[in-house]
């Protein structure tokens, strides 16, 4: 397998708005990022991802771009931004940017002009249709509204947006806005970017003709449609393909068959993806699903093309709380989810905060989220009669907010975030889950987390060993071996309250292990019958 940087690479998300603040606004910006590049450097990641701080009127949070050259008010400046990425780069480590052109912001001077008469030149730049019987083209759903469609009354079409009302789809059949887009990526790359993680890239391309879906509520016709490969080609071959770069595509309702087709190394399209077969589609922890997925995509790309761990991001609630236990086993559970993430094939990713095992949250009302989808949702369940409280309290689970408050830095006010108002609220954990906790304690996740990437660095095994599953059928050990010439690792985690067995297989039986890592304080060497206790998690080196 061909070796590469980015391949060896641990990325660290900087969701900025709830990273640092430090103008008290409360906001969190790029200048708090800068101050605290040493946290992130010490830690031993080698990327940063940063959420979009472009010009906006942050209806989503940055997803809706009004300027795509320009920096947001909150964020900073060009200038400081121009100062983060040298001082990412003076500290060996790099910086991949967030490109969002499915949409743009419905103020981005482009859809201005579009929408403001039906022969102006950008009319063709975002998707108008006629409407059909008085009503919306089709019965597509959007992410975040019952319709796809907006109706605008100067022009009497409607407009498709996949997102909200506020995020108009550009018309990527039209060739003037491929170009514009990749002269705006080759602005940002000039300046010395390292790449870029691409926001629902899978979205680009239509369905010809605009048919009804047979199933509306099953968004999946939104993505992976004919022409999305063209597109992609194009932008490598144009853009892409001329820089040192690492890219990362958000696809969703992508298979590992589809999924190839993304970042096959012989295609000349992206690099790596995101799918979104456990953040989407696997609510609550289930093994026996996240076994097979594992198994699947694994048997799909290995070889061929790589592919990206994560379990939480901006959009999905934080791990521990999602896929372990937040409570009496926090610590416990958030090292292992870590070292799943981490000895899994393909790059893993690290959300802030999660390195210290942060939760999510349940704020008693709906006037304490931000959340566009989880309060556009909200609004449409209350609107269909349905009871405000019921709707409510089953948005909170998944409400993206879970991930967004802020990083908890110390016990003081606000957690250390702000001096001024936090845009949304702290969670109230931080006096026992903060950053300088953390640090002083040896065996918080923290410092488990630099053993895990220390780990890596050392045991290419852990990049480009291969995968078996040696646990299927258990119902809560997860266990498999990653192998790459005479190293073989044995990782075993216990995805349980309770004390679980796991027999090691005979081949092992004979051979000497060394325990390399452990998340409880004392744990057995290598022995037939590993008695695991709850959430534990062991990774064993065989030579
Ligand atoms: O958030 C989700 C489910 O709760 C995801 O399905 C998410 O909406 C989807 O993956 C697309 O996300 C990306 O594009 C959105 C933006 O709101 C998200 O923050 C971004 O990550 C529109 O740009």
């Known amino acids: 397998m061909k070796k590469t940087w980015w391949k060896e690479a641990v990325v660290y998300q900087v969701y900025w708005r709830s990273f640092y603040d430090t103008d008290g606004d409360g906001y969190g910006d790029l200048q708090g990022v800068i101050e605290k590049l040493d946290y992130i450097k010490n830690l031993g990641v080698d990327v940063i991802w940063l959420n979009p701080c472009y010009e906006s009127p942050d209806k989503d949070n940055g997803y809706d771009i009004s300027d795509y050259y320009g920096v947001m008010e909150k964020a900073g400046t060009i200038d400081t931004w121009e100062t983060l990425l040298k001082e990412v780069h ?50 597509w759903r959007s992410y975040f509204t019952p319709s796809v469609w907006e109706y605008d009354e100067v022009t009497k079409q409607y407009y498709m947006h996949s997102f909200a009302i506020e995020q ?108 979104f077969q456990v953040a989407d589609d696997m609510p609550s922890w289930d093994i026996k699903r996240y076994k097979q997925i594992q198994k699947t995509w694994y048997e799909g790309m290995w070889g061929k093309g790589w592919n990206s761990q994560f379990l939480n991001n901006h959009d999905h609630t934080r791990q521990v709380t999602r896929y372990g236990n937040d409570k009496q086993y926090r610590v416990e559970s958030a090292k292992l989810l870590g070292t799943m993430v981490h000895t899994l094939p393909g790059m893993p990713y690290i959300f802030q905060g999660e390195e210290i095992g942060m939760t999510g949250v349940r704020f008693p009302s709906i006037d304490d989220y931000h959340d566009i989808a989880m309060k556009n949702k909200y609004r449409e369940e209350v609107q269909k009669g349905r009871d405000p409280q019921a709707v409510f309290e089953s948005l909170l689970p998944l409400s993206r907010d879970n991930s967004r408050t802020p990083v908890q830095w110390d016990d003081t006010e606000n957690a250390g975030f702000t001096s001024g108002t936090p845009w949304i609220k702290v969670n109230p954990n931080y ?43 258990h119902e809560y050990i997860y266990a498999y071996t990653r ?61």
């Open 90 to 139: 003076s500290r060996g480590m790099k910086l991949i940017m967030d490109l969002v052109v499915n949409h743009t912001s419905e103020l981005h001077p482009w859809f201005i002009e579009s929408r403001s008469s039906r022969d102006n030149p950008k009319r063709d730049w975002y998707i108008w249709k006629d409407p059909v019987d008085g009503k919306e083209p089709n019965n």
């Open 168 to 275: 108009p789809d550009l018309n990527w059949e039209n060739a003037e806005v491929r170009e514009e887009i990749y002269k705006m990526m080759k602005f940002w790359l000039d300046k010395g970017i390292d790449g870029f993680r691409m926001d629902v890239i899978n979205l680009l391309a239509k369905i010809k003709g605009f048919p009804n879906a047979e199933n509306p509520s099953d968004i999946s016709y939104l993505g992976n449609n004919p022409g999305i490969h063209d597109y992609l080609q194009e932008m490598n071959e144009k853009v892409l393909r001329h820089y040192d770069i690492f890219t990362v595509g958000e696809i969703p309702f992508v298979t590992p068959k589809d999924g190839l087709l993304y970042v096959g190394e012989n295609r000349h399209e992206l690099h790596t993806l995101f799918h």
């Open 431 to 473: 006096k026992e889950i903060n950053v300088e906790a953390a640090l002083k304690d040896p065996n918080s996740v923290y410092y488990y987390y630099k053993k895990l990437i220390a780990l890596r660095k050392k045991n290419p095994v852990m990049i480009y060993g291969d995968y078996h599953d040696i646990s299927e059928g």
């Open 483 to 543: 192998r790459l010439n005479q190293d073989t690792l044995l990782i075993v985690l216990n995805h349980s309250d309770e004390e679980n067995t796991f027999e090691i297989p005979e081949s092992f039986k004979q051979q000497k292990g060394e325990l390399l890592l452990c998340n409880y304080e004392e744990c057995e060497e290598l022995s037939t019958s590993l008695i695991l206790r709850p959430h534990e998690a062991r990774i064993y080196s065989f030579v």
